[in-house]
């Protein structure tokens, strides 16, 4: 039974391209992943059913998979990624606190928001713990923040990278 997928011709000729390249490799499940959301920047519903059909993989199985793994993601990112710290040291220093400032003006965790502009992802470490609580916003950076602060700091990224 083939899949009926949403996908424009121009996704379906890739997704094939992907699986051409690495299907008949034995234990490829992985490598096709990360191929896949490295084209689409996530992994979409329709392209894991295409991947089950083509394995002969159930797609229970394949969403195990995606699931186990944290750097899968079955959503689209936003143009600016954050990633909040929520490590012991920025948890101590308030991350919490500026998850609530976050989620204040629209955004949530694993969620892009409606504009585009940004997602959210939790983190467990940045490696910035003398600057907590800190996130980095794309590969920036940005400690010993405060609600306020943060709240300023989205606003300007906004404004500088509009």
């Known amino acids: 039974m083939a899949v009926e997928l949403k996908f424009s011709d121009y996704a379906q000729r890739e997704l094939e391209k ?53 750097f899968f993601r079955l ?38 928001t409606e504009d585009g502009y940004f997602s959210l992802d939790l983190v467990r470490c940045i490696g910035a713990c003398s600057m907590a609580p800190a996130l980095m916003i794309d590969e920036e950076v940005y400690g010993k923040l405060t609600p306020d602060k943060l709240k300023k700091l989205i606003e300007n990224f906004r404004k500088e990278h509009q």
């Open 18 to 70: 992907i699986l051409d390249q690495f299907s008949s490799t034995k234990g490829s499940l992985i490598m096709i992943l990360h191929a896949i959301q490295e084209k689409f920047g996530y992994l979409p519903k329709e392209a894991l059913e295409m991947v089950s059909e083509k394995l002969k993989i159930p797609l229970s199985e394949i969403y195990g998979v995606v699931t186990f793994y944290s």
């Open 75 to 112: 959503e689209p990112q936003g143009k600016h990624v954050i990633r909040l710290c929520m490590g012991t040291a920025c948890y101590v220093k308030g991350a919490a606190d500026l998850l609530t400032a976050l989620e204040q003006i629209g955004l949530k965790e694993g969620k892009v």
